[in-house]
């Protein structure tokens, strides 16, 4: 997997920060089957990833790890795993233990698409429901076209791990099994202290990179 930094060029909105620091709920969260993993939980599968600090991403054959980095404050906003025919955004966000924070943002990401003219529809995948979303944009040769987008969020140990699919695993169902099945083993790492839920986890360049 190569690795390289990227200016940052947001593709879909922010998950909104909740003003609220409501008090985590210490009852044990089920055990997760299978990943996306906590850091406590990570299994002995001898899976090389790349410690981008609130994230440690899945070495794959022929996949490139972008970070995007905000050049006004140098911070890394997202990674982007991509390939020739798409991409996959990774973001992870603060969460309550036991809380559904995909289920409370869900509908404001599908109301910013509908403000900006798209459409953002619900429907069941892998790792429950996502949104399907098209959007009309305007190509670089100044043509209009429709941009495609499946948007999926992952509830864990008091994080939530969203995923945007561009390209060809937002629209073809053999692609997104094969970026899903890498999705599934990204490991994330929500540290100890307390966040507003919503709030998104810090990501770092590698020291290597």
């Known amino acids: 997997m190569k690795f390289r930094r990227k200016s940052a060029d947001p593709v879909e ?17 089920p055990a997760r089957t299978g990943g996306p993993y906590d850091i406590n939980d990570v299994p002995a599968d001898d899976v090389p990833r790349l410690d981008i600090g609130s994230l440690l991403i899945p ?12 050049e006004a404050t ?3 906003r997202s990674a982007l795993l991509t390939q020739e025919d798409g ?10 233990r036991n809380g ?12 910013d698409f509908a403000q900006r003219g798209g459409t953002a529809s619900e429907r069941e995948g892998r790792f429950g429901t996502e949104l399907v979303c098209q959007l009309t944009v305007k190509t670089e040769d100044g043509r209009t076209g429709t941009q495609a987008s499946r948007i999926v ?5 008091r994080w939530m791990l969203r995923v945007t699919m561009l390209g060809r695993p937002a629209v073809d169902e053999v ?6 099945s890498i999705v599934e083993q990204v490991v ?13 986890l810090p990501l770092q360049v590698p020291s290597n990179g």
Do not use: K
């Not at 289920?103 to 990401?109: D, G």
């Not at 692609?175 to 899903?180: L, P, T």
């Open 13 to 29: 909105p922010d998950v909104e920060s909740s003003a609220e620091t409501t008090p985590e709920d210490e009852t044990q969260s």
């Open 59 to 70: 070495g794959a054959e022929g996949f490139e790890l972008r970070l995007q980095i905000d």
């Open 74 to 76: 140098q911070e890394v």
């Open 87 to 96: 991409a996959i955004e990774l973001r992870a966000f603060a969460a309550t």
């Open 100 to 111: 559904d924070l995909w289920s409370e943002v869900r509908p404001r990401i599908a109301a």
């Open 153 to 157: 969020g992952i509830n864990g140990e």
């Open 175 to 180: 692609a997104n099994e094969v970026w899903s």
């Open 188 to 200: 994330v790492r929500r540290g100890d202290q307390p966040m507003p839920p919503g709030t998104e």
